[in-house]
């Protein structure tokens, strides 16, 4: 047997991080297995499932490396098929049509609730004669649900799970205006794409209890199933928007890389030691099914700024220069032309090794592209004293004479400066820090200045000695 998975979303304009998250394990568990991995929109909502929607959803996975192995399948262009089968188990006197109105069914449910049952649909057409139906009238197809016995279901991460049937109804397949329900669309689109395991938020369980029901009465093979907990927020309620970000488009903007989003989700429901830091090659040849609990998550957003970190340290200095200078280029008085991109690529060592987040990096390379004059913060303005200014009208004059200007040079100048000076180099560092950056933290002095370049550097103190 071929591993077949899919990812099954509906277009609403955002991508969950909940949705991502099983879209990521169905990858990794075909993937892993040697199968493959689908990708089906659920888009028959036609007023919430706008291009704009599928873009998105598109847009999310491709940042997050998760392709599918086939075209996609768009559930509204198989409308027909769907409704095929109902006919077909119409046919075969597995469905029926039900001509109950809208009035029948709600004092159907007002009934069954004063009596102490569940709201649930009474099977008033089921066994009655087709010759009983008035003529002309709308009608739904319902499916005939077992009533006796129970259903079992053997899930791969919550184990043995079983429902009476006594406890489900005859279930609407066929809307009156014709169209397929979403439970026997979901089923026929996994059928006939041979999906072998449908891995899922556990918000679905009980649609696979009904969805069972078609499996059986088509004669089909039930996939496997493999139901996820859910991801709450850190207090272990519902994840909303007072949690914070929620959407992978959210973490995008808020400077996350895919590579930390993925390996973060990866290890919100599943373990496998003390493993944290994980390649993709590593997260494939790892990641399987046994590896998941049964809890629902806690998303903790302090340890997905630490794994951003680390994969920010381990991230190619190109790349991520060139989503800086895409950042840079939306601020005011900033330049992005071809000098401040190497500017900014000579000093990424030193810049990525103290952020947390894309964002944090554009905001600390951003002085590499200002104008004189610069603006200071309240630390760097405190540093900028009279006295000090003076003694950087002659650190200036020490770093002009520097041939050539690299890096031992500087070095050499800024110790030889302070101890004729009788300062300590902090003393002579942090001033000049402040005059070229505006701020009292960047990189190394040393990098920072020859990012800068001699000609920056001498006009930045010149511009802090003249005030």
């Given at each position: 047997?071929?591993?077949?998975?899919?990812?099954?979303?509906?277009?609403?304009?955002?991508?969950?991080?909940?949705?991502?998250?099983?879209?990521?394990f169905?990858?990794l568990?075909?993937?892993?297995?040697?199968?493959?991995?689908?990708?089906?929109?659920?888009?028959?909502?036609?007023?919430?499932?706008?291009q704009?929607?599928?873009?998105?959803?598109?847009?999310?996975?491709?940042?997050?490396?998760?392709?599918?192995?086939?075209?996609?399948?768009?559930?509204?262009?198989?409308?027909?098929?769907?409704?095929?089968?109902?006919?077909?188990?119409?046919?075969?006197?597995?469905?029926?049509?039900?001509?109950?109105?809208?009035?029948?069914?709600?004092?159907?449910?007002?009934?069954?609730?004063?009596?102490g049952?569940?709201?649930?649909?009474?099977?008033?057409?089921?066994?009655?004669?087709?010759?009983?139906?008035?003529?002309?009238?709308?009608?739904?197809?319902?499916?005939?649900?077992?009533?006796?016995?129970?259903?079992?279901?053997?899930d791969?991460?919550?184990?043995?799970?079983?429902v009476?049937?006594?406890?489900?109804?005859?279930?609407?397949?066929?809307?009156?205006?014709?169209?397929?329900?979403?439970?026997?669309?979901?089923?026929?689109?996994?059928?006939?794409?041979?999906?072998?395991?449908?891995?899922?938020?556990?918000?679905h369980?009980?649609?696979?209890?009904?969805?069972?029901?078609?499996?059986?009465?088509?004669?089909?093979?039930?996939?496997?199933?493999?139901?996820?907990?859910?991801?709450?927020?850190?207090?272990?309620?519902?994840?909303?928007?007072?949690?914070?970000?929620?959407?992978?488009?959210?973490?995008?903007?808020?400077?996350?890389?895919?590579?930390?989003?993925?390996?973060?989700?990866?290890?919100?429901?599943?373990?496998?030691?003390?493993?944290?830091?994980?390649?993709?090659?590593?997260?494939?040849?790892?990641?399987?099914?046994?590896?998941?609990?049964?809890?629902?998550?806690?998303?903790?957003?302090?340890?997905?700024?630490h794994?951003?970190?680390?994969?920010?340290?381990q991230?190619?200095?190109?790349?991520?220069?060139?989503?800086?200078?895409?950042?840079?280029?939306?601020?005011?008085?900033?330049?992005?032309?071809?000098?401040?991109?190497?500017?900014?690529?000579?000093l990424?060592?030193?810049?990525?090794?103290?952020?947390?987040?894309?964002?944090?990096?554009?905001?600390?390379?951003?002085?590499?592209?200002?104008?004189?004059?610069?603006?200071?913060?309240?630390?760097?303005?405190?540093?900028?004293?009279?006295?000090?200014?003076?003694?950087?009208?002659r650190?200036?004059?020490?770093?002009?004479?520097?041939?050539?200007?690299?890096?031992?040079?500087?070095?050499?100048?800024?110790?030889?400066?302070?101890?004729?000076?009788?300062?300590?180099?902090?003393?002579?560092?942090?001033p000049?820090?402040?005059?070229?950056?505006?701020?009292?933290?960047?990189?190394?002095?040393?990098?920072?200045l020859?990012?800068?370049?001699?000609?920056?550097?001498?006009?930045?103190?010149?511009?802090?000695?003249?005030?």
């Amino acid at each position: 047997m071929t591993v077949r998975t899919r990812f099954a979303p509906s277009p609403t304009g955002l991508l969950h991080i909940g949705n991502a998250r099983a879209a990521l394990f169905n990858f990794l568990y075909a993937r892993h297995h040697g199968g493959k991995f689908l990708l089906r929109v659920e888009d028959t909502d036609r007023e919430r499932s706008t291009q704009k929607a599928v873009d998105v959803l598109f847009d999310g996975l491709a940042w997050m490396g998760i392709q599918s192995d086939e075209e996609p399948v768009f559930q509204s262009t198989r409308q027909e098929r769907h409704a095929q089968v109902a006919h077909e188990l119409l046919e075969r006197g597995l469905a029926y049509r039900c001509y109950c109105t809208a009035e029948e069914l709600k004092e159907m449910r007002e009934t069954a609730m004063a009596e102490g049952r569940p709201p649930r649909y009474n099977g008033m057409w089921r066994d009655r004669d087709p010759a009983d139906a008035p003529k002309d009238t709308p009608h739904t197809v319902r499916i005939k649900a077992p009533r006796e016995g129970e259903t079992v279901l053997h899930d791969l991460v919550q184990g043995e799970v079983r429902v009476a049937n006594a406890e489900m109804d005859d279930m609407i397949i066929l809307r009156a205006d014709g169209t397929p329900v979403y439970q026997l669309a979901v089923v026929v689109d996994d059928h006939d794409m041979d999906i072998t395991h449908v891995i899922r938020g556990d918000d679905h369980l009980t649609n696979t209890f009904r969805q069972a029901m078609i499996y059986r009465a088509m004669g089909w093979d039930l996939p496997k199933f493999a139901h996820l907990p859910l991801i709450h927020g850190p207090d272990g309620a519902k994840l909303s928007k007072r949690h914070g970000a929620q959407s992978v488009v959210e973490f995008r903007e808020m400077g996350y890389l895919p590579e930390a989003l993925n390996n973060y989700l990866l290890r919100l429901g599943w373990g496998h030691g003390d493993a944290e830091i994980l390649s993709r090659e590593e997260q494939i040849r790892l990641f399987d099914l046994d590896g998941v609990g049964r809890s629902p998550s806690r998303m903790d957003y302090a340890k997905l700024l630490h794994i951003n970190g680390v994969w920010m340290r381990q991230a190619d200095d190109a790349r991520l220069t060139d989503d800086v200078m895409d950042r840079l280029s939306q601020m005011d008085g900033v330049s992005t032309d071809d000098a401040m991109r190497a500017r900014v690529l000579r000093l990424m060592p030193g810049l990525k090794e103290r952020a947390k987040t894309l964002v944090e990096l554009a905001d600390s390379a951003a002085f590499l592209g200002r104008s004189i004059p610069l603006s200071f913060d309240a630390k760097a303005q405190k540093l900028l004293t009279p006295e000090n200014r003076a003694m950087l009208a002659r650190l200036g004059a020490a770093l002009g004479a520097l041939a050539p200007f690299d890096g031992p040079g500087i070095d050499a100048t800024l110790r030889q400066f302070a101890e004729e000076n009788e300062l300590k180099l902090g003393k002579v560092a942090q001033p000049l820090r402040a005059a070229v950056t505006g701020s009292s933290m960047s990189p190394g002095i040393d990098d920072t200045l020859l990012a800068l370049g001699r000609d920056e550097v001498l006009a930045r103190i010149k511009a802090v000695a003249d005030e």
